[in-house]
Structure formats: structure tokens, C-alpha cells
């Protein structure tokens, strides 16, 4: 389960996510619709601290942080409950195809 409550983030003096709250049960699927600039991607990203919200809770599977108070030991056991896919993604040229594509699975479980 997901859920949400009071998720805020802005940049500046711009409030792009204002009290977002959202519950997800195991099983659902959802999207996510919206203009663009209407923050879908900012909450994705506050989900698993790419971006760090300015306010709110994150309960997901079992882990629960509170945003203002998370520690990095909250941010890397919420890291392990999410993925993302990123729309514009970068590549180490370095790696080989197979090793680009372990990175991001060894990396945040050892």
C-alpha cells in the first residue's frame, strides 16, 4: 500500500504540490493525470526522495517517514520499497549495456 498525506513541495515562493493526499491500495493500479507543469512528476519524485518534500507523511508497504524528520536510514529503506523509470535517462558510457542496466539494482541494496 501507498498512501500520503500532506505531501507539499515548492520551489522558491512556487507551490506546486500543496497537501497532496493519496492512498493506494496492494492491487490498484492508477494514473496520474494532469497538465504540463502540474506537478505529476514532482510527486513521483517526492515518493522516493529525489526530490525532498517540504512537508508531509509517506507510508509505503512498511515503511512510514515523516518528511520534515527523515533521516537518510528513512530515505534509503523508502528507496528500497519504490522504482522508477525514468523518461529521459542517462547511461554511464564506461558500462556496458548489462552493467548500466545492474547499476541501479546492486546500488541501493548492496
Do not use: W
Request: contains cysteine.
Amino acid at each position: 500500500m501507498i498512501r500520503l498525506q500532506g505531501i507539499k513541495k515548492q520551489f522558491g515562493d512556487q507551490e506546486v504540490l500543496k497537501g497532496i493526499d493519496l492512498t493506494i491500495n496492494k492491487g490498484e493500479v492508477i494514473t496520474i493525470l494532469g497538465p504540463s507543469g502540474s506537478g505529476k512528476t514532482t510527486l513521483l519524485r517526492c515518493l522516493n526522495y529525489l526530490e525532498k518534500p517540504n512537508g508531509g507523511h509517506i507510508d509505503i508497504g512498511h515503511v512510514s517517514v515523516a518528511t520534515e524528520k527523515a533521516t537518510k536510514k528513512d530515505i534509503i529503506a523508502l528507496r528500497k520499497q519504490t522504482a522508477m523509470v525514468f523518461q529521459h535517462y542517462n547511461l554511464f558510457a564506461h558500462k556496458t549495456v548489462i552493467e548500466n542496466v545492474m547499476e541501479g539494482l546492486s546500488s541501493p541494496k548492496k
